[in-house]
């Protein structure tokens, strides 16, 4: 139904009146509105077979434009007459308008596809889909960067070439900026899952940025990392120690309870990790794998365990004196309080954080391991390539052996020539 320009005419609406800019405004309410629409049925003729049913109805393109469209739905042998032909299209018709429906209800700016994305990806309960921290960083990017700059855009009036030079003008790291483009992209592939936007909507699909890194991450040396550790307290020593000689992340040594390690065949099963003081998963499956744990490492945890008043099975390996053990102590308290400030009397320039003893351990690993692909599981990189990954399989001994020669290094360990 149309309705009539009005010119300088005031509209007539339930015994009151509009005027004219008033009356534009009920138009596009009034023309926007969803609508249940039934179709069309004809039979048409078909010069070389028998004459088919045809269905047309409109719907609304990726551009907001009406547009005609029409599906066969079958012959005149099949359906006799127009009320068998009718009844095959019920299930189209409903369709159609139950998509019709969810478009028109869809979100209008990048904000609302936001929240509503937040709602059903990042729910702060459900921990199935991403970890915490993941989720954590997804909210810093939104909130900081993305919806200052695109937040009130119309989801179509984000374009490519405006996101990437906005992008090269943010002043951060390549790194930083490519999670910014990716997490953008995630918004938006969000919203053609939920059929609000088409299949080819994504603008951030043709965005080109860069993720080089622009300096080599830090590493220590073993005379810094022998300085570092004679001077941590017994508890940050020992997560020092684990830290430096499995490549775990610091989330993941925290997630370690006394009952995860194993003394007599020297392992540690990787079951969890604890972020900002909540319990998750791992970061990826492959994170879980259990890790080796050198003769040495062993004894370093045992002496931890003399000391702690926190030495069941069921306690946390690197408890809290503050929350009386019922978690393991802040990875960014520790580190603030305790680890750079003991770097600094150290002696230590480089910029100090838990992650430098995984950088540390994995560039030794290069250096001293003689299989990509041991050095690959004891990372517990998700993969090299694909071939690698299905068909090759480093055995437990052979990555005890790599880590091994770490250690020696580390500690300046001999051994005896068989």
Not at 40 to 61: F, G
Not at 332 to 351: D, N, W, Y
Request: glycine letters at 6%; hydrophobic letters at 35%.
């Amino acid at each position: 139904m149309e309705v009539p320009y009005l010119g300088a005419r005031s509209l007539d609406v339930g015994g009151g009146k509009l005027m004219p800019a008033a009356g534009a405004l009920f138009k596009e309410s009034f023309l926007s509105r969803p609508r249940y629409q039934n179709g069309s049925l004809k039979l048409m003729p078909r010069k070389s077979s028998a004459s088919v049913w045809i269905y047309r109805w409109r719907e609304t393109d990726e551009h907001g434009e009406r547009q005609l469209r029409k599906q066969v739905i079958g012959t005149v042998t099949q359906y006799p007459t127009k009320a068998l032909a009718s009844s095959a299209i019920e299930s189209l018709r409903l369709t159609i308008n139950q998509q019709g429906f969810q478009r028109m209800a869809g979100p209008k700016t990048f904000s609302d596809l936001v929240n509503h994305y937040r709602s059903k990806e990042l729910p702060e309960e459900n921990h199935q889909r991403k970890t915490r921290k993941t989720k954590k960083n997804y909210e810093g990017n939104l909130k900081n960067h993305i919806l200052p700059r695109w937040g009130s855009f119309r989801l179509r009036d984000i374009r490519s070439v405006d996101v990437e030079e906005w992008l090269d003008r943010v002043s951060l790291a390549p790194s930083s900026r490519a999670k910014l483009r990716n997490v953008m992209s995630t918004v938006f592939r969000h919203g053609i899952r939920w059929e609000w936007l088409g299949q080819h909507e994504n603008p951030i699909a043709m965005v080109r940025v860069s993720s080089k890194r622009t300096r080599i991450p830090e590493t220590l040396t073993v005379e810094e990392f022998l300085a570092l550790l004679g001077k941590l307290p017994d508890r940050e020593r020992a997560m020092g120690v684990v830290c430096a000689t499995t490549g775990l992340r610091i989330s993941e040594t925290l997630g370690l309870k006394w009952g995860d390690i194993d003394f007599q065949t020297g392992k540690a099963n990787v079951l969890r990790s604890v972020v900002d003081g909540a319990v998750g998963r791992c970061k990826t499956e492959v994170s879980q794998q259990p890790v080796p744990l050198d003769d040495l490492v062993l004894a370093e945890l045992q002496t931890w365990r003399t000391i702690t008043m926190y030495s069941s099975d069921t306690d946390w390996v690197f408890a809290s004196d503050h929350a009386f053990g019922k978690m393991p102590v802040w990875a960014v308290s520790s580190l603030q309080k305790i680890l750079q400030p003991v770097a600094k009397r150290a002696g230590i320039t480089k910029r100090i954080g838990w992650h430098i003893f995984r950088h540390t351990y994995s560039s030794m690993l290069s250096e001293y391991g003689d299989d990509v692909k041991v050095v690959q599981e004891l990372m517990r990189h998700a993969k090299i390539n694909t071939t690698m990954e299905i068909y090759t399989h480093a055995r437990m001994e052979k990555k005890r052996q790599a880590q091994s020669k770490v250690v020696d290094v580390l500690f300046g360990r001999e051994r005896t020539m068989v």
